[in-house]
């Protein structure tokens, strides 16, 4: 079907790909639809066996370093926060409860921007959706490090948030679309494993700017100096991540299920040439699973074709509409019925949990260290501390952290190193279920000995130990969560999945806020029965493990 000859395909990189608006030639059409109507169904491949066909090699390289960098720039834009909120406390005059808010207000907006930029992923495409969420993430992160003001500043990061909200799970729907079966579960692991980069960048970048508190521009109205300097560095892994996927192709699962299956075809056809420029690529016709294969005899190829022309004819704005908003709804009750009502209620109450207990304690580690280093005590005896009067620059409490707490800091975020190697490696060897039972529970007992800690090093070893474990449950979640649900909802889902998770951050955060000058206690021995419930609840899902995607 395909002519693979290279001096008549432009490559993939360089090509202007426009897949929410392109109209299919009417010659090439009427050739396709004839190749068709003359396939045998030997020539007819499954969407599974065409990523096979494609072959593993450079165009993976460059996936998986792409969506990781927007992955990383995701986990730059969230964990920012924390560790700037000591330095910020006197320029922006926060109590407790404002730090537990700003912690909380990049959630909100991923709350909302995760089911709103989800659906329309699943509506208008992945790539188109991606490069928008990861601008406004962007220019949210860079407005907001102008912000002099505590409430102009909290608002700003709401709209980072929601940026942050959509590229998150489409980034996985996308990646893992360009997956084969065999591949999924390493490949999804090792695209988790940017997080922690991100995590390690933020940390790094904090170090490295904010104890120069002389680095900016002072002046009576406007000061732009250190942690605001880091605010502005934290936008640049966005912002290139959006400039860059304009060089990436739709993914042609999305494609494919939208009718537009030349468009499929062509964009795997690159993906071949780009790994393997030799061999000949084979796939004529193409289906979404071995179901829809056995009816094309009785359906009739240009039948089928003729059934979906009119989505290959919409323009991207068209689905902007009161139908796109009902389509959204549609896919919404989708979840809630037949068979994936079970996996959706069981990953919305992981996600809750996990979100509530890990993002309620890491985000605070930052705050946390620097208490213990300016107080004494533990986290949960610390010295005598003043938590509801305002600050200006002549108290004690003002001025940058020390090395030690920005050392503590990027340790943590180290730490998540072995766990995603271990991920990457055994993933499919013990399967998604039993890492993540096992991690929720084991972080959850991790939590409750924090409690008992005496010194910094001993805080530091169970902080690491903490965000260690924690990581194997996160990167079997994001596995199951990319698997579980068909392609058709598979971004719908994700988004809420993501949206329950960010009530779970932003409730973690606020209630710890509340909490912890009454006693720390409290907050972490909650943390610790939500782990371990939502890790036991986490048996209860259904194996993907070698599962076809459909």
């Known amino acids: 079907m395909a002519d693979n000859d290279p001096e008549n395909e432009t490559k993939w990189l360089l090509e202007e790909n426009d897949s929410d608006g392109l109209h299919e030639d009417g010659d090439q059409q009427l050739i396709h639809e004839r190749k068709r109507s003359e396939s045998r169904a030997g020539d007819i491949y499954t969407y599974e066996e065409a990523i096979v066909q494609t072959g593993y090699g450079k165009f993976q390289v460059l996936l998986v370093l792409l969506c990781g960098w927007a992955v990383s720039s995701d986990a730059v834009e969230v964990l920012s926060v924390s560790f700037l909120l000591p330095s910020a406390t006197c320029d922006l005059n926060l109590t407790s409860s404002d730090k537990g808010w700003l912690n909380a207000i990049v959630f909100v907006g991923m709350m909302v921007g995760g089911y709103f930029w989800g659906s329309l992923a699943d509506n208008l495409g992945r790539r188109s959706v991606l490069m928008w969420s990861l601008t406004v993430n962007g220019l949210g992160g860079l ?80 000061k732009y100096n250190s942690w605001r300097i880091f605010i502005a560095l934290c936008t640049i892994p966005s912002l290139s991540s959006a400039a860059m996927f304009v060089l990436m192709p739709e993914s042609p699962k999305f494609l494919l299920r939208t009718g537009k299956e030349l468009e499929a075809i062509r ?23 071995d179901n829809e294969k056995d009816n094309i005899d009785s359906m009739g190829m240009s039948d089928r074709h003729e059934q979906n022309k009119h989505t290959n004819n919409s323009k991207w704005y068209q689905c902007i509409n009161i139908k796109s908003i009902k389509q959204l709804l549609v896919s919404t009750k989708t979840l809630f019925t037949g068979s994936l009502v079970k996996p959706t209620i069981i990953l919305l109450i992981i996600n809750f949990t996990l979100s509530f207990g890990y993002y309620g304690l890491f985000m605070w580690f930052p705050e946390l260290f620097n208490r213990i280093d300016k107080y004494g005590g533990t986290p949960c005896n610390p010295g005598v501390i003043n938590t509801t009067a305002t600050y200006n620059n002549s108290t004690s409490d003002c001025g940058t952290p020390n090395d030690w707490v920005f050392f503590e800091g990027f340790m943590t975020a180290l730490s998540n190193l072995p766990a995603n190697i271990f991920t990457i490696i055994m993933m499919d060897r013990l399967g998604r279920k039993t890492l993540l039972a096992s991690s929720m529970v084991i972080s959850g007992i991790c939590v409750f000995f924090i409690w008992f800690v005496q010194t910094k090093v001993e805080n530091l070893v169970m902080s690491c130990l903490f ?15 990319a698997e579980a649900f068909p392609t058709e909802v598979r971004s719908t889902a994700m988004g809420i999945q993501q949206a329950l998770a960010r009530v779970g951050a932003i409730l973690g955060n606020i209630i710890f806020g509340e909490l912890v000058d009454v006693h720390c206690a409290i907050p972490m021995l909650l943390v610790a ?14 194996n993907t493990t070698n599962k076809d995607i459909h």
Do not use: C
Request: proline share 5%.
């Open 143 to 222: 407005l907001s490090s102008t912000s002099q003001v505590f409430w102009l500043f909290l608002i700003l990061r709401f709209i980072s948030g929601i940026g942050v909200g959509g590229s998150i799970p489409v980034i996985f729907t996308y990646f893992v679309e360009f997956q084969p079966k065999n591949k999924r579960g390493s490949m999804i692991s090792l695209l988790a494993t940017f997080w922690m980069g991100g995590n390690i960048l933020a940390a790094g970048l904090a170090w490295l700017v904010i104890p120069h508190e002389g680095l900016g521009y002072f002046s009576p109205t406007f």
């Open 529 to 542: 029965a939500l782990l371990a419930f939502g890790g036991l609840v986490s048996i209860r899902l259904p």
């Open 467 to 481: 965000g260690m474990v924690s990581t194997v449950g996160w990167n079997a979640l994001d596995v199951l969560s």
């Open 267 to 289: 964009t795997l056809q690159k993906v071949h040439h780009t790994n393997k420029h030799k061999e000949p690529f084979k796939v004529q016709a193409l289906v979404l699973s």
